[in-house]
């Protein structure tokens, strides 16, 4: 009788275990899928493919970076006055347009208009750390000056918490975008410019969503610590 409850109860273990396994395993695979778009949401393809490849930028990196400005809300305006999707000061947004655009006159609220403005404006701090995503990113969030504090001591402890934390949130989000909508953000360049370099796959990965995901996370709760 004690030998039949004892094995009774490691068949019950097996099945739990089994169960936990088949479940986790489903996590594992379908949660990208079912969770993914609401985690790392895509809007505004076809403008975001425009101007990156006007600007020769890596098209997941710009979908990141409005999706960790703005959320991807185009009325979107910060304490400090930062409007849009790619959350442009006005001051800055109008360096722009005067070395770029020269419209005489723009809409920071306009999709189109905000994000194109956030791809030369980030294409710009490319070119002024010739190439360095980390610098170009730290710039973008925390002006010439953090960019240049990080270049000397190559250390991100030398940067205000917000700042630290901006660029490993972004690349981390970056590589999901990739993972998730290669085909959406396919891989381009134009003939003036040469784009970041970065590898784009054509379907969804779920390991890199993983990775991508597990970074962020990391890189928003725990980098500051």
Known sequence: MIK????????QLLLIILAVGV??????QFFPTIFGDELYPLEYTNEINECADRFGLDKPLLAALILKESGFSPRAISRAGAVGLAQLMPATAAGINKREFQ?????????KTNICFGAA???GLMGTYN????????????????ARRYLVARDMDVLVTET????????????VYASMYGNQLPAGKTPEVTPVKFEVPKQPNVKEFWKGFVKDVFARFFSNN
């Open 4 to 11: 039949f409850i004892s094995m009774k109860k490691n068949i």
């Open 23 to 28: 479940f986790g395993v489903g996590f594992y």
């Open 103 to 111: 419209y005489p006159d723009y809409d920071l609220f306009d999709p």
């Open 121 to 123: 404006h980030l294409a």
């Open 131 to 146: 190439g360095d995503v980390t610098a170009a990113l730290i710039a973008y969030n925390g002006g010439d000056g953090a």
């Open 164 to 175: 630290k934390l901006y660029a490993p949130k972004i690349l981390a989000a970056r590589d």
